[in-house]
């Protein structure tokens, strides 16, 4: 089943097939959306965002700090429909 992203409470157009390894990050990207970045590789955070709804899975592990209810999106990759809130 595809998944959809819902970013700064707008959803985006294009959903996420089933069977793609994309990450959060790389999404978004694909999406024309602006995003903060710098790393990605999940070493420097500024990626951090919150994850209102939905499940990501973590494609390496993080060594930037995240708080409850935080994902990275360089090293996500969504496993379910996600709403995800992100600051600049
Ligand atoms: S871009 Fe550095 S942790 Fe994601």
């Not at 602006?34 to 999940?42: A, F």
Request: proline residues 3%.
């Amino acid at each position: 089943m595809n998944k959809t992203v819902t970013y700064n409470n707008v959803q985006c157009d294009e959903a996420i097939a089933p069977d793609s390894k994309i990450t959060t990050l790389e999404y978004l990207e694909s999406q024309g959306l602006k995003v903060n970045y710098h790393c990605r590789d999940g070493t420097c955070g500024a990626c951090r965002c919150q994850l209102n709804r939905g499940s990501v899975a973590y494609t390496t592990e993080p060594l930037a700090y995240i708080r409850d209810g935080e994902i990275l999106t360089c090293c996500t990759t969504p496993t379910s429909d996600i709403d995800i809130t992100c600051e600049f």
